[in-house]
């Protein structure tokens, strides 16, 4: 059975975007629930969620709320066998509490999207999320998580080291990182970012504002030799250097069954 619960109201009033109490009861009686899309329950809401043991996919909209401003009082139980959890939210902190309200995630897959940038410089940004990945290691279950996809909006500075959290999750097959930054990575930073996932087939950087530093074509002949069963690469690289690179045989010889991998783009500084 699959349950969708969308709220449609503009209103800037918290409790109204809150659901009602008997449709939160009435949703816990849903033993065989396994998909549900769902605004903000609330912390009543959420105990009951943690009884549904047949809820495999989860989507949760906190937009509209702005309890998740502070950590509950309260710590609930797990998730403990998700295939998929859906987070929206409307900044990294909210996320943050979110998953500190938690014991334990237990999913398959996680994808987070953050409506807007926290306030402050971008260097405090960059901590914030730095420590809101390290949140999510702490709460996750690292053996089980094998997608993860984040989505961050607006202006800031990204470096490769934001992700280190990440590396926790070694049987990663998808990682997707969509961010409005100013981002830098080295040939030597996307070698270290993607060492630890050599199960990965699906790998997909993207930021669509200033990229201050390139990796180049040494850089994606290291990311196919740590990453065997890669099948799908979205990266932009500065495919104008090109010194010691063999062009008969670039990769050395080494074969890559990475049949979607597009055409890097030609970017020059």
Known sequence: MTVKVAHTSDTTDDS?????????????????????????LGHKGMECLMQLRALQSLSLDLTASSSWGTLPQVQFLAFQDLTSLNLSTRTVQHASNFFRSLQIV????????????????????????????AILQERCDNDKLESFSLNQPGKKSMQSSIFTSLHAFRNLTQLVIRVGCNSSMSDEELCQLVRAWPKL?????SSY???????????????????????????????TELDGIDLKCPGGGALQQASQIPRPRNTTH
Do not use: M, Y
């Open 16 to 40: 109204l975007h809150k659901i009602p109490p008997f449709i939160i009861q009435s949703i816990s009686q849903l033993h065989h629930l396994h998909t549900l899309s769902v605004w903000d």
């Open 209 to 239: 504002n200033t990229i201050i530093i390139l990796p180049t074509f040494h850089g994606l002949i290291g990311l196919l030799r740590l990453c065997p069963a890669l099948t799908s690469l979205s990266l932009a690289i500065d495919a």
């Open 201 to 205: 087939q699906v790998l997909k950087l």
């Open 106 to 133: 237990r999913s398959r897959e996680i994808n987070i999207d953050f409506t807007s940038l926290p306030p402050g410089l971008p260097a405090s940004r960059s901590t914030i999320l730095s420590q809101f990945l």
